[in-house]
């Protein structure tokens, strides 16, 4: 069986200088929001991930995906970010989309092609 990993906590106590999220890499986030999702597993799976149902969700741009085993989350990870790394950079220098911002893709009825 592979060690468990150990689960940090991100607090302000637990981050120094040397492990700073905002302003890592000079302007650029080391956590930027364009990579960050979601993922909600099924009743069904395990806890060593041997079974992994679910789906995952791009919080930027609302696009979900259904997988049925752990490398079928993977792939569908893959394909995520490979889509958005080829889009062109937006004009502004705001986030689109987000929690509790005007506009932004909510809780209501989302494409999952976008």
Same mark, same amino acid.
């Given at each position: 069986m592979p060690p468990v990993p150990t689960i940090r906590r991100d607090d302000a106590e637990s981050r120094g200088?040397?492990? @700073?999220?905002?302003? @890592?890499?000079?302007? *650029?986030p @080391?956590?930027?929001?364009a990579k960050a999702f979601v993922v909600q597993f099924s009743y069904e799976t395990d806890a060593g991930l041997k079974r992994a149902t679910g789906r995952v969700e791009h919080l930027q741009s /609302? *696009? *979900? =995906? @259904?997988? =049925?085993?752990?490398v079928g989350l993977l792939a569908c990870l893959v394909a995520?970010?490979?889509?958005?790394q080829a889009k062109p950079p937006k004009?502004? /220098?705001r986030r689109?989309?987000?929690r509790g911002s005007? /506009? =932004?893709?909510?809780r209501g009825a989302r494409s999952t092609s976008r």
């Open positions: 200088p040397e492990n @700073a999220v905002d302003g @890592a890499l000079g302007d *650029r @080391a956590l930027p929001y /609302g *696009r *979900r =995906a @259904a997988f =049925a085993s752990p995520m970010l490979g889509d958005e004009a502004t /220098g689109s989309g987000g005007k /506009g =932004a893709p909510g």
